[in-house]
């Protein structure tokens, strides 16, 4: 990628090629996409659930179809594996598909009891769409990952105005020309292109919401512009993600779990494995394990390649950085070391003895390495998983122990006894905590992101105490002050025995 000043140059990673030349669209052209999504979202409300879930139908239909055509774009921008291209595509259609199916019952009006006070009302809530949605995505998924946002925004009755990474504009443009074919009189999803000033030009449009993907730094300038305008923001950010094998673990399926999760799309994974935490009395064989399928794969562009390159460039440094100071500060590398850090490719790397406060254990990588970590207990592993600042995802391999481990984990989403299946749930909300960020896509919770909930009440008759009125009397304040100490007054009499902690919630 190249800034020509008025054009973008997509390039081919592994090659350096030029595979696509795009406009660098500044603060003008931005506000007028958000104007013509502004139209588009008031047709698209009306529609209603019925019609969005067709429209989104259709849309499904064309993304299936065209799989490998999008499939060839991804794997030209990002230099990953056709076939990993087609696996992130199929994921978000799968997503895609739920979000048709579950938009109405998740978000359609709903009745609430209005409790005995309120008795005489009839009470419902339903959720709204926004308006217009600002999506601003990374380069690592570029399907996938901006499709939480888009494919939930766009159910839940928002127009959507897309910022994809300088790396991977094309991606972005396929996608909106793809849902144009379907719905071609309405701005429904419009992809702008440009680098990081066209995503902050996105964060000060009329938008209604900003949902951002990408590293936590980046974040926290675009909350910064999102609060000029009191945009609400949905962070989806970077993360360190740990995963815990246990004494009774199956150790063979851990390591390949690990090697998996550490190494697929060359490490460039928000929910990748980056640190393993290891029980001592398994630690030696699953390193075994794992350095025998480390050295059985490698990045290139040769047909046997698993990985590709490292889609940005100046990622290369980083890895060499942690890998350098690990080293250096005692580390052993099992597999690969300084070694396997080309120019644009990285070899899988397996780090040992690297110690806690080192910034392979501390920061995000993003690349195919990971640290291995001899523990003496689980509550050892979990101290240490949880020390960091990310929290996003995490794993857990233990035969008896799965649950109750996974619940100790502080990250917004663990898999039991494989990697990143959270992912692929599409009931399954997907988002972090702390440095990973706040806010969820994907599930329930994914879509009710992308509106606002709406109270009303009715009232269906007459109070038989009416408390908003002047006209109340000093007898009907006495009633009420009966009322409330019959429904609420045993509250306040203490328990006979102290509150004990849950068993599950100890430690
Ligand atoms: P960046 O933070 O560098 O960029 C993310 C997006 O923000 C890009 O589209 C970028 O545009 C844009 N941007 C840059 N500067 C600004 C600005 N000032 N205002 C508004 N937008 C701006 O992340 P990467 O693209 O490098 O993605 C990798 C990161 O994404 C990793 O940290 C990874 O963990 C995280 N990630 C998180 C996921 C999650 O769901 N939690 C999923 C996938 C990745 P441009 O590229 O043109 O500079």
Aim: net charge neutral; hydrophobic share 45%; proline share 5%.
């Amino acid at each position: 990628m190249t800034d020509a000043t008025d054009k973008l140059e997509s390039l081919n990673p592994a090659t350096g090629d030029v595979v696509g030349v795009h406009a660098v669209d500044d603060a003008a052209a931005v506000d007028a996409a958000v104007a013509r999504a502004r139209e588009a979202a008031g047709w698209w409300a009306g529609l209603g659930f019925d019609g969005r879930k067709q429209v989104l139908g259709q849309w499904r239909g064309v993304l299936t179809r065209r799989m490998a055509q999008l499939a060839d774009v991804v794997h030209q921008e990002t230099g990953k594996p056709h076939a990993d291209a087609q696996l992130e595509i199929g994921l978000a259609i799968d997503h895609l598909a739920w979000v048709g199916s579950h938009a109405e019952k998740v978000l359609g009006r709903r009745r609430v009891s209005p409790g005995l006070l309120l008795a005489n009302q009839a009470a419902s809530v339903e959720y709204l769409p926004l308006g217009v949605v600002g999506v601003i995505g990374p380069w690592n998924y570029p399907v996938f990952t901006p499709m939480g946002s888009i494919a939930y925004a766009l159910g839940a009755g928002n127009a959507v105005v897309f910022k994809p990474s300088e790396l991977t504009p094309g991606v972005g443009v396929w996608l909106a020309d793809s849902l144009r074919e379907v719905v071609p009189d309405h701005a429904l999803l419009q992809t702008v292109t440009g680098f990081g000033e066209t995503g902050a030009a996105l964060c000060r449009a009329a938008i209604d919401k900003l949902a951002f993907t990408g590293s936590t730094a980046t974040a926290k300038k675009v909350m910064a512009t999102c609060a000029e305008r009191l945009t609400p923001v949905l962070i989806e950010a970077g993360g360190k993600d740990a995963l815990l094998v246990d004494e009774d673990a199956d150790v063979t399926a851990a390591a390949d779990a690990a090697a998996w999760g550490a190494f697929s799309n060359a490490g460039q994974t928000c929910i990748g494995v980056e640190r393993v935490y290891v029980h001592d009395r398994v630690h030696d064989r699953f390193v075994d394990e794992l350095t025998r399928r480390a050295r059985s794969i490698h990045a290139g562009v040769d047909a046997d390649a698993k990985l590709g390159p490292m889609t940005m460039p100046s990622q290369v440094d980083v890895v060499r950085r942690h890998v350098d100071d690990a080293l250096a500060r005692g580390g052993r590398a099992v597999v690969g070391g300084e070694d396997a850090i080309g120019e644009r490719f990285v070899q899988p790397t397996v780090l040992v003895d690297v110690p806690e406060d080192s910034l392979a254990v501390t920061q995000e990588t993003f690349g195919p390495t990971l640290t291995v970590t001899r523990v003496r207990d689980m509550d050892e592993a979990v101290e240490l998983a949880n020390a960091g600042r990310y929290g996003l995802g995490s794993a857990v391999f233990s035969d008896k122990r799965g649950a109750e481990l996974a619940r100790r984990l502080r990250s917004g989403m663990t898999a039991v006894n494989s990697v990143i299946a959270f992912a692929a749930v599409p009931g399954l909300p997907f988002g972090g905590v702390g440095d990973s960020g706040f806010g969820r896509i994907h599930g329930p919770d994914g879509l009710r992101e992308f509106t606002y909930a709406k109270a009303v009440t009715r009232q269906r008759f007459k109070p038989v105490l009416n408390l908003t009125t002047f006209d109340r009397t000093p007898e009907q304040d006495t009633m009420f002050a009966t009322l409330l100490t019959a429904l609420h007054g045993r509250a306040t009499q203490l328990p006979k025995r102290p509150l004990r902690m849950r068993r599950d919630a100890r430690r």
